[in-house]
């Protein structure tokens, strides 16, 4: 269970032991976008500008995106063990459900921005 916000480290593909912060989650396609992971560079469409290479990156033309990965890529990392860990759901003292760190029982936060 993967919330927006949440550390989460790569598990398998290119991107393999990457971390980041996951900046969306789209459960209908079980996959998420994770912050600076992924990244993929489009070029823009250009005009018929040609033949300057040698120079500056042209920013403009080329837009750099984060491409969905699998959710079940991700694994959590738990902000206090600093280690990638499993999460189970238990009842915390306030008797509502979370979700727990298997490791240290710290508690996770439960989404970005108070939903
Ligand atoms: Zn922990």
Known sequence: ???KGDT???????????RGTVKAVYPSLGTATVEGVNVVKRHA???????????ATQTGGIIE?????????????CEKC??????????ARDGGLHRI???C???????????
Do not use: N, T, W
């Not at 989460?8 to 990457?18: A, D, L, P, Q, T």
């Not at 995106?65 to 990392?77: C, H, T």
């Open 82 to 91: 600093k280690a990638p860990v499993r999460l189970r759901h238990g009842r």
């Open 105 to 115: 029982g710290e508690p996770a936060r439960e989404s970005a921005k108070g939903a």
């Open 8 to 18: 989460v480290m790569i598990r398998r593909g290119k991107e393999r032991g990457k």
């Open 45 to 55: 469409k250009q005009g018929s500008k040609s033949g300057h290479m040698g120079g």
């Open 65 to 77: 995106k984060e491409a969905p990965l699998p959710i079940a890529a991700l694994q959590y990392v």
């Open 1 to 3: 269970m993967i919330l």
């Open 101 to 103: 760190c298997a490791r």
